[in-house]
């Protein structure tokens, strides 16, 4: 895996690009200019994604427009509390992967979430974009613990973890509201020291 001119090793961390060449699997930020091409991805997935996003408890407010979404994740980026990579497969634009919680102090710890479209999934896509992410946040953030939390139904997000080889610590209940309830998720979790040749790597030797 590289990284752009803003990534391995310096001492600001956001911007970056992320690149995985044997894949085709590139990590980049997420752009005012994505937005006719994001909403189009999301238009067209509408069926496979809405069982699983967030939604607010004290009913539908009005929504933000693209633009101030991406601003909002960029300061949330460049205040060190986020990364809101844009998933590309090929220069597709694909989906998205946001980090997201990172915290420092005792804890050194995030939480991690993703979407993708439906046209490529089951192809790696996200495994290999979830490891990507994991190594430069233990590599270059310092980070100890990343986790993920995953609605015990959502089986394609299963999936994903189990490949990673990523720990169950268990149950969530009613941990995040979905599609008007408080929804229970698994949470699945990794520490610095399970991989210290990179969950990347892990992930290669799990293929073979």
Do not use: C
Not at 9 to 26: A, F, K, N, Q
Not at 38 to 67: M, Y
Not at 83 to 88: M, R, T, Y
Request: aromatic share 8%; net charge neutral.
């Amino acid at each position: 895996m590289t990284a752009g001119a803003r990534g391995w090793g310096l001492s600001r961390p956001w911007p970056v690009t992320l690149t995985d060449e044997p894949s085709g699997v590139v990590l980049r930020p997420l752009r005012r200019r994505d937005g006719i091409e994001w909403s189009a991805l999301r238009e067209r997935n509408a069926a496979w994604l809405d069982e699983w996003e967030a939604t607010s408890p004290t009913g539908p407010g009005p929504a933000p427009t693209f633009g101030e979404y991406v601003r909002l994740l960029t300061a949330q980026a460049r205040a060190g509390t986020a990364l809101p990579f844009a998933v590309e497969l090929e220069g597709e634009l694909v989906g998205q992967l946001t980090v997201s919680g990172i915290t420092y102090g005792s804890l050194r710890g995030a939480a991690l979430g993703y979407w993708i479209g439906e046209h490529v999934a089951g192809r790696g896509v996200i495994p290999t974009a979830v490891a990507m992410s994991v190594d430069y946040m233990f590599t270059v953030l310092g980070l100890h613990r990343v986790e993920v939390n995953i609605r015990p139904e959502n089986r394609p997000s299963l999936r994903v973890v189990e490949k990673l080889g990523l720990r169950d610590e268990g149950l969530r209940e009613r941990y995040l509201h979905i599609r008007g309830d408080w929804r229970d998720h698994r949470t699945f979790a990794i520490t610095a020291d399970e991989v210290p040749d990179g969950l990347l790597a892990r992930l290669r030797s799990r293929d073979v």
